[in-house]
């Protein structure tokens, strides 16, 4: 049975960082789209950022673009997601996803895999 595992969340300082991984188990998950989203307290969840099944293609979301680095190791089955300058507002609990359908184009609507969430919290 497919299974994403999350891992690396934490507490931190506003403008640390933080590594999250994603370690991925039962399935092909090489040739799957992977994602990041996360939910805030009282707050939808939102997309953060996506990759291709190949690794060549990244996507992200306003709040990630310039700050976050999403990759994956499809030797390995793990996607990471590399949060840097840290804010307040990045607080939230964070999931990893997956695109059931191999080889498809990352599409934030097209997650249907989910790991139970780490959770991210940005406070001095």
């Known amino acids: 049975q497919a299974q994403l595992v999350e891992s690396g969340g934490g507490l931190v300082q506003p403008g640390g960082s933080l590594r999250l991984s994603c370690a991925a188990s039962?399935?092909?998950?090489?040739?799957?789209?992977m994602g990041w989203f996360r939910q805030a307290p009282g707050k939808e969840r939102e997309f953060v950022a996506g990759i291709s099944w190949s690794g060549t293609r990244t996507y992200y979301a306003d709040l990630a673009e310039g700050r976050f680095a999403i990759s994956r190791d499809n030797a390995k089955i793990t996607a990471s997601l590399q949060m840097n300058n840290l804010k307040p507002e990045d607080t939230a609990v964070y999931y990893c996803a997956a695109d059931s359908i191999p080889f498809r184009v990352p599409n934030k609507a097209q997650y249907d895999i989910w790991g139970q969430g780490t959770q991210v919290t940005v406070s001095s």
């Open positions: 039962g399935r092909t998950f090489s040739t799957l789209a």
